[in-house]
């Protein structure tokens, strides 16, 4: 990231759920055994993004798995407010 970059709470988790506030994401995403599922009720909930050391990485198979968001005392903080799962 450059200087410039700003680092944006994007979401908090609750119960294992992400809650934002940005509509389409909020409440419909959910991490369990450090991969993330969503969105709720779709036909295929494998956002194929998952947890470690903290940070979101994904999509699974990308050249580049980097994200740049991650997880802190409950909340996702990354460089905007759109999830890169979402």
Do not use: C
């Not at 410039?4 to 994401?25: F, L």
């Not at 009720?41 to 991650?70: C, E, L, Q, S």
Request: hydrophobic share 40%; glycine share 12%.
């Amino acid at each position: 990231m450059t200087r410039s970059a700003k680092i944006v709470p994007v979401a908090w988790i609750q119960d294992g759920w992400i809650y934002s506030s940005q509509e389409e994401q909020n409440g419909k995403f959910w991490i369990d055994d450090n991969w993330i599922w969503g969105p709720d009720g779709a036909a295929d909930m494998d956002t194929r993004h998952w947890v470690a050391n903290g940070w979101i990485w994904g999509p699974v198979g990308a050249p580049d798995t980097k994200t740049g968001f991650y997880i802190a005392e409950g909340w996702i903080y990354g460089p905007g407010f759109k999830l890169p799962f979402a």
